[in-house]
């Protein structure tokens, strides 16, 4: 059997970063102030049509992973809670919470709430349709 896992959300930044992301990048295919490049890598308000796609269909990021900033939001493993935001070294959410974190944009979010950084929260069972899941392979697992 193998064992799987949902990220927690500090892959999503740590991840960018080793692909050369900086802070000041709001993407990992960069800045893109006007937001001219995201219809080339996500679905969201301007060009959904006002649901979600299958994945694929739009450019992925670096590592080769499709749908990174926009059509659903991404439930990770993390209880929410306030990000102060500072330098820390592999900062530790809460061990229990009401909300779990989500991360990303949605095929209905403007362009800005698409920035890699972008968090939010939600209860666990919450059936959004706008929501989604990414599953993790455990290193070393067969």
Request: with cysteine; hydrophobic share 30%.
């Amino acid at each position: 059997m193998r064992w799987c896992c949902l990220p927690v959300w500090l892959l999503y930044p740590k991840g960018l970063r080793s692909l050369g992301w900086t802070s000041d990048r709001r993407f990992s295919y960069g800045d893109d102030p006007g937001y001219t490049s995201l219809t080339d890598y996500a679905w969201y308000g301007d060009n959904s049509g006002g649901t979600t796609h299958p994945v694929g269909q739009k450019l992925p990021n670096p590592w080769g992973l499709y749908d990174m900033h926009g059509n659903v939001r991404e439930w990770c493993e993390d209880w929410f809670d306030t990000y102060v935001g500072g330098i820390a070294v592999d900062p530790q959410g809460p061990a229990t919470g009401s909300d779990h974190l989500i991360r990303g944009g949605t095929w209905d979010n403007n362009a800005r709430d698409c920035r890699s950084a972008n968090r939010d929260s939600a209860p666990p069972g919450n059936d959004n349709d706008n929501f989604g899941f990414r599953v993790l392979l455990a290193p070393g697992q067969p």
